[in-house]
C-alpha cells in the first residue's frame, strides 16, 4: 500500500508543514492518537471536495497532483466538476479529462482483477 504523502496541493487545504520531518511527525502522531490511514484519507478528500467546489479551476491542480502520484481516487469528485461545465480553461479541462480517464481505466482493470467483471 502506498503512503500518501501531503503535497503542495494538501497545503493549500491544510495547515503547511515546515518540512518532510514535520510530515513524518504529523503521522507518528496520527498513529498514537488512533487516526487510522484511511480516516486521514477521507478528511484529506473531504477537504479537497470543499476545495474544488470552492474553487473549480483548481480542478487541474488537483489532477495533476495526484496524477503525478498515480492516486485516482479524486475521480468522482474530478468528473463531477468537469461534467458540470465548471471549467472554462481548455489546458485546465484537458488536464481534468485526462485523470478522470485515467482513474475509471484504473478502476476498470481493478475490477478485472478482483474478478468482478469482464
Excluded at 31 to 37: D, E, F, I, L, N
Excluded at 43 to 49: E, N, T, V
Amino acid at each position: 500500500m502506498k503512503t500518501f504523502r501531503i503535497t503542495a496541493l494538501a497545503a493549500l487545504v491544510a495547515a503547511p508543514l515546515a518540512s518532510a520531518q514535520a510530515d513524518e511527525h504529523r503521522e507518528l502522531g496520527a498513529h498514537q492518537h488512533g487516526v487510522s490511514p484511511s480516516a486521514l484519507r477521507t478528511k484529506i478528500s473531504a477537504a479537497l471536495r470543499r476545495f474544488v467546489h470552492a474553487r473549480p479551476e483548481a480542478a487541474a491542480l488537483v489532477a495533476r497532483q495526484f496524477m503525478a502520484r498515480e492516486d485516482w481516487s479524486q475521480g468522482p469528485l474530478l468528473a463531477k466538476i468537469m461534467e458540470g461545465d465548471k471549467l472554462t480553461s481548455a489546458p485546465d479541462l484537458m488536464a481534468v479529462a485526462i485523470y478522470v480517464a485515467q482513474a475509471r481505466g484504473a478502476d476498470a482493470k481493478m475490477a478485472r482483477a478482483d474478478g468482478s467483471e469482464g
